[in-house]
C-alpha cells in the first residue's frame, strides 16, 4: 500500500477532476454541429441548442441519481430504473394519458407526468413489495423487474397498436426517447420535479452510507430504513415519471453511469450520489450531442445512443459478476 | 450515559416458528453478560429483538426504561450498539468511511466523523486498515474493522453476537481483552459466544463472579449462573448435551467439552 492510497486528498482530487471533466463535455455539447452563420445562428444557439443541453442534464442528472440509488436500496450493482422496470411503468403510464388524447404541453404535461409517475410508483412497489416478501435474493429482485419490465413494455406495445393512428404516431415517436427542444418551456417544466427529486435523494447521501452495510447495520445505527427506502423508491419514482413524460423512455443511464463513477473513483456514498448526479448530467448530454451530429442533416433518438452504449455494459457486468 | 435492557417476558414467533418464549432477561448499566446457547436457540434473536428489528408478540422490551418501539433510530442508536455476526458490504468503500458511516446519530463534520473513525480503528486494532477497501479484507481483518464500527457509535450498551467467531487464537484473545477493557470503561456488554473460556480474557485476574453467564435454550432461558458459579460446568453440559469437565491451568478455570452423554445424546436425536 502507497502512502498516496491513505491520503483521502488523493482520491478527493481525483473526483473534482472527474467533476471539471463532466462539466467541460457539457460546456462545449453546444458548440458542436453543422456551423450555422448569420441570422439563424443566435437562434439555434439559444433557442435550440441551450435548452436541449439543460434538458438532457437535468434528465441524465435525475435518470443516474435514481439508478445509483436504487443500486444501494436494493443492495444489488445490477439494479436501476430500467433493470428493474421503473422506466417502463413510468412510459406505460405515460402512454396511457398521451393516448387518452392528452398533449405534451404545458397544460397536458402535468397529466402525463401524473400518469409516468403513476405507472413507475407501482411497478416500483410491486417490486419493493416482492423483494420484501420472505427472503427473497437479490437476483430475484432483478428477475421480478424484467418480467414487470417486459409486461408493462407488452401492454404498450397493444395500446399503441390499437390506438388511433395519429396519437398512435405521435406515441410512437415520443417512446424513441428524444430530447428535441424548442425554447425554454421544457426546462422550466422539468425544472421544480428534477429540483426537488435531487436534493431529496442527495440530502439523505448520509442515510445510504451506512445502508452499504445492511439494512439491519443501519437500523442498529439509527436510520428508519423504511421510511428511508419509502422516500427514495418515491422519489425516484417521481423522477422517473417526469423525465419519461416530458422525453420518453431514455434507456440505461442509471445503469451505467455510476458503474463508470464506480471505476473512475474509488466508491464512498457522499461522493458517489454527487458523481453520479453530475456524471449523468454529462453522459446525457454527450449522447444527445452525438445524436444530433452523428447523421448530419438527420437525427438519431438519444434513447437508441444509450441503449447501444447501455447493452454491452450490462452484459459486460454480468460476464464480471459471475467470473470468479 | 449508562443504559439498561429489559426483555419482559418476551415471545416472538416468525412464520409459526417460536423462536423466543416467555423471555425474561435485563442487564445493569455496565454489566458484562455472556449468552450461551446451542445453535438456533435463538440467542441472535434475542439481540435482534433488543434492537427492535424483530418484532416481539407479546411482551416489552424496554432500553433505560423506554419502551424500544417509543424511541426514534438516533435515540436508540445513541443507546445500543450491534455487532452482527456476519457483515455483507455492497459497496467497495475503505474501512475509515464503513467506520465513519456508522457515526449516523451524530450531527457532526465529515471531518470529525473521519477522525473519531480513526480513533475506533486504533482502538480496535485496526488501524493498518484504514485506507484498505472493505470487500478485500480477510475474514479477521474484516471482524476487527466490524469491531470499529461498533465502537464508532459510542454506545453505553454493546451487544456482540459471536465477535471471535472467525478470528485465530491469538486475535480471539484480542478481542476479549478489548470487551474487557470497555467493560472495566463502564460499557455495558452482552456477549453471544460459544466458548466459554473465553470470558477469562476480557476478565483481568480474580473477578469472575461480576460476569453473568446466561443459557438459552429453544427460545427460553435454561440458567443464570455467575462465572465463577461451580453448578456452571453442570448447566453448560445439560445444555450442550455433553460433557463439560472443569481443568485448572494456570491457576484459571477452564471448561473442555468431552464425549456426549448418553442420555443427552437422546435428547438431542428427539428434537
Known sequence: ???????????????????????????????????????????????LRVPRLLVAMMVGATLSLVGACFQIIFANPLASESTVGTISGAALGALLALLTGVTIGPSGLPVVVLGAFAGALAVT?????LAAHGRTRTNDVLLAGIALSLGASAISSMLQSLAASNASIAAAQWSLGQLVQVGYRGVLLLLPFTALVLGTLLLRARAFETLVAGEEQAHSQGVDVRSLRVVALGAGALGVGACVAWCGPIP????????????LVPARPRSFLPLSTIGGAAFLAVCDTAARVLFPGREVPVGAITALI?????????????AP | MTCALELDDVSVEVAGRTLLSHVRFRTEPGELVALLGRNGAGKSTLLKVALGL????????????????????RERAARIAWLPQHVLVHEALTAVELVAAARFRFDETRAS??????????????????ARVVTSLSGGERQRAALAVLLAQEAPLLLMDEPASHLDP?????????????????????????????????????????????????????FEHRFGDPALAGSLSQMFGVRIAKLRCEGTQFFAPLAEEPGAAREHDRR
Open chain 1, 125 to 129: 412497489f410491486a417490486l419493493t413489495a
Open chain 1, 310 to 322: 447501455g447493452a454491452p455494459t450490462l452484459i459486460w457486468l454480468v460476464v464480471r459478476r459471475h
Open chain 1, 252 to 263: 440505461f443511464v442509471g445503469l451505467i453511469v455510476p458503474h463508470v463513477v464506480r471505476r
Open chain 2, 113 to 130: 466523523a473521519i477522525a473519531a473513525a480513526r480513533r475506533a480503528l486504533s482502538r480496535a486494532g485496526a488501524v493498518e486498515l484504514a
Open chain 2, 54 to 73: 424483530v418484532r416481539t408478540c407479546a411482551g416489552e422490551v424496554r432500553i433505560g426504561g423506554r419502551p424500544v418501539g417509543k424511541l426514534s433510530g
Open chain 2, 170 to 222: 491469538a486475535q480471539q484473545i484480542a478481542t476479549y481483552r478489548l470487551i474487557g477493557e470497555l467493560w472495566r470503561g463502564g460499557q455495558g456488554i452482552v456477549c453471544v459466544t460459544h466458548d466459554p473460556n473465553l470470558l477469562h480474557h476480557a476478565l483481568a485476574g480474580d473477578e469472575p463472579d461480576r460476569v453473568r453467564v446466561v443459557g438459552l435454550e429453544a427460545g427460553s432461558i435454561l
Open chain 1, 1 to 47: 500500500m502507497s502512502e498516496a492510497d491513505r491520503d483521502p486528498g488523493a482520491t478527493d482530487g481525483r473526483a473534482v477532476i472527474a467533476a471539471l471533466l463532466c462539466l467541460i463535455a457539457c460546456g462545449t455539447a453546444p458548440f458542436l454541429g453543422p456551423s450555422v452563420t448569420g441570422d439563424p445562428a443566435a437562434f439555434v444557439f439559444w433557442q
